[in-house]
Nanobody, 118 residues
Framework: QVQLVESGGGLVQPGGSLRLSCAAS????????MSWVRQAPGKGFEWVSD????????YYADSVKGRFTISRDNVKNTLYLQMNSLKPEDTALYYC???????????WGQGTQVTVSS
């Protein structure tokens, strides 16, 4: 039932911007914390950002703080990640994830590819 579908990835030049979206369905979106997690080529998963259920509290990895902004629209059941000043090291597959009651990343989307290159 739970479904998370990411979109908005693509190829951008260093210094450019992208806005990722995650369409959620099959659960009460407004009742859950949500996160973005990424996986760079040949590397493990890296937590990027969290947002609480109401959208008033956000958290970021040091590597993206000041450049990325997480937000959500609980009416549209959509999670966003605004990515500015992109760097080649931001190249990764970006996943939208739900944080369950045990704080685990209990559901994941299919991922959307972000490539930052000249």
């Amino acid at each position: 039932q739970v479904q998370l579908v990411e979109s908005g990835g693509g190829l951008v030049q260093p210094g450019g911007s992208l806005r990722l979206s995650c369409a959620a369905s099959g659960f009460s979106f407004s009742g859950y914390y949500m996160s973005w997690v990424r996986q760079a080529p040949g590397k493990g998963f890296e937590w990027v950002s969290d947002i609480n259920d109401g959208g008033g509290s956000t958290y970021y990895a040091d590597s993206v703080k000041g450049r990325f902004t997480i937000s959500r629209d609980n009416v549209k059941n959509t999670l966003y990640l605004q990515m500015n000043s992109l760097k080649p090291e931001d190249t990764a597959l970006y996943y939208c994830t739900r944080r369950g009651s045990t704080w685990a990343f209990d559901y994941w989307g299919q991922g959307t590819q972000v490539t930052v290159s000249s």
